[in-house]
């Protein structure tokens, strides 16, 4: 295996966008590309992070984006692990450049949602889980982490008030974050007193439904080498699965797959979850970041919601989690939430984060989970 | 299904579950998907089985979480669209 570098990324704003999704993607990749520097007859290739490009009438997506960047001769293809896609194409990218397949890739994801009604949205959303079994049985999307969480309040005693902590903790980190499609600083008792969309989780708990496009360029050290901008390491790559139902599992409070991709992700890069600077984690829901900082390994089981609400995942804590403001808050474009996440921390190991900046960040860990787990992608950065 | 995750084994067939179970965990559903949009507020259960076996359902009607406490016990009822429709005893 090669050593694998990240030399450009960018992103749309997330939000109600008035595009198509070739558009949004090929704008986010567009500027990955020129701002890296690798001239655009160099890209090998391109994977597409997608779950719901049929929402828009439009299937195989890759050739678009490829025509829309004038290199249309260039191999491009969707990659579908519902919300984590986006983490599965950059890994595809990673892969083909760590292989010696290709030495440019671009990694891009792209979700268009907002044409839909809520209730039609909610409908799509339900075909990521094991739909014959949860989707058809009536549970959406938020029913299955709600689930999820009054499992996890039987088990640990966790409270909503923890959650909520979580909600306000992202909300005002996207406050800083131009691309945050929430920018609205919230309190612990308007989540408490907001909707409630599937008990016990109210619409504050939850990610909102966004449009966006965000894009990577996955280089070789050779060519990373020719390039004077900033630069990071993939230190480490994973991915693993679990029971796309979340009945099937033995613990219903715990995504197995987090723990088996963060493990052989910082195993590769030689770091434990306690050296990484900060993580960008896949917190749909509030309960998600919980149960993502538990199986992680930031706290034991049982303890992350109380460690929230104690500000020990704040920015300016030991271990910030979401300084982006998260899915919560920046957004859950769903194909692109994943490469999302990968130019936040490109940005924050460049020391462009500005006001929700980590202060010394060298490395960090981003964390996409696809549905309620049967898809997690785990990537260790360090900069370079 | 077609291999067991936990022994190997191919040999699956069907079976019949036992009708009666507890819940252990549930949501109410205030927003639903199209095809449930009129059944709101009602509850995703799962609920374990006396046989051992662990399934979802639905049960119509719960639009509160008092109404379903921990453990309550459930049955499966005949008729209704997709999955199981579970009834209390």
């Known amino acids: 295996m090669r050593p694998v570098y990240v030399v450009g990324t960018n992103s749309t704003d997330y939000g109600k966008l008035d595009l198509r999704a070739r558009e949004l993607a090929a704008t986010a990749a567009l500027d990955a590309i020129q701002s890296s520097g690798v001239p655009f007859e160099k890209i090998d290739g391109a994977f597409v992070g997608n779950a719901f490009s049929l929402a828009e009438r439009q299937g195989h997506l890759g050739p678009l984006i490829m025509s829309a960047l004038g290199i249309p001769e260039r191999p491009a293809m969707t990659i579908e692990a519902a919300c984590a896609s986006g983490g599965a194409a950059f890994r595809e990218a990673y892969v083909n450049v760590a292989g010696g397949f290709g030495d440019a890739m671009l990694a891009v994801g792209v979700e268009r949602i907002t044409q839909l009604d809520t209730i039609t949205a909610t409908g799509y959303f339900s075909y990521g889980s094991d739909h014959l079994l949860e989707g058809a049985c009536g549970a959406t999307f938020p029913g299955l982490y709600a689930t999820m969480a009054r499992a996890h309040f039987r088990k640990y005693g966790t409270m909503e008030e923890q959650l909520a902590a979580v909600a306000v903790k992202n909300h005002s980190n996207a406050f800083q974050n131009p691309h945050a499609h929430l920018k609205k600083k919230i309190t612990i008792d308007e989540v408490l007193a907001s909707p409630v969309v599937s008990s016990p989780l109210k619409l504050y708990d939850a990610c909102p439904f966004s449009d966006g496009a965000a894009a990577a360029v996955v280089v070789s050290e050779e060519i990373a080498r020719t390039l004077t901008g900033p630069k990071m390491l993939v230190a480490g790559s994973a991915r693993a699965g679990e029971e796309a139902a979340l009945h099937e599992r033995v613990d219903m409070t715990s995504i197995g797959s987090t723990k088996i991709a963060s493990r052989a992700a910082l195993k590769q890069a030689d770091l434990s979850i306690r050296d990484v600077d900060f993580a960008e984690v896949h917190d749909c829901f509030t309960i998600a970041e919980v149960v993502a900082t538990e199986d992680l390994g930031m706290f034991k089981q049982g303890e992350a919601a109380s460690a929230a609400l104690q500000g020990r995942t704040a920015l300016g804590s030991d271990l910030p989690v979401n300084p982006s403001g998260g899915l919560k808050a920046k957004g859950h474009p769903v194909g692109a939430t994943g490469v999302g996440q990968i130019h936040e921390v490109f940005e924050q190991l460049a020391g462009k984060a500005a006001g929700r900046q980590v202060r010394g960040a060298e490395t960090a860990l981003t964390h996409n989970v696809g549905a309620t787990g049967g898809s997690c992608v785990v990537h260790v950065f360090r900069r370079a | ?89």
Do not use: N
Request: net charge positive.
């Open chain 2, 1 to 89: 299904m077609v291999r067991c995750g936990y022994c190997g084994s191919t040999r699956i067939g069907t079976k019949e579950l036992a009708g009666r179970g507890k819940v252990v965990s549930h949501t109410i559903q205030r927003v639903a998907a199209p095809e449930f949009l009129k059944e709101v507020p009602y509850a995703f259960v799962v609920v374990d089985l006396e046989d051992g076996t662990r399934v979802t359902g639905r049960m119509p009607g719960i639009g509160s979480d008092a109404d379903l406490p921990y453990g309550q016990m459930v049955r499966a009822a005949v008729g209704g669209k997709g999955g199981l429709i579970f009834e209390k005893t």
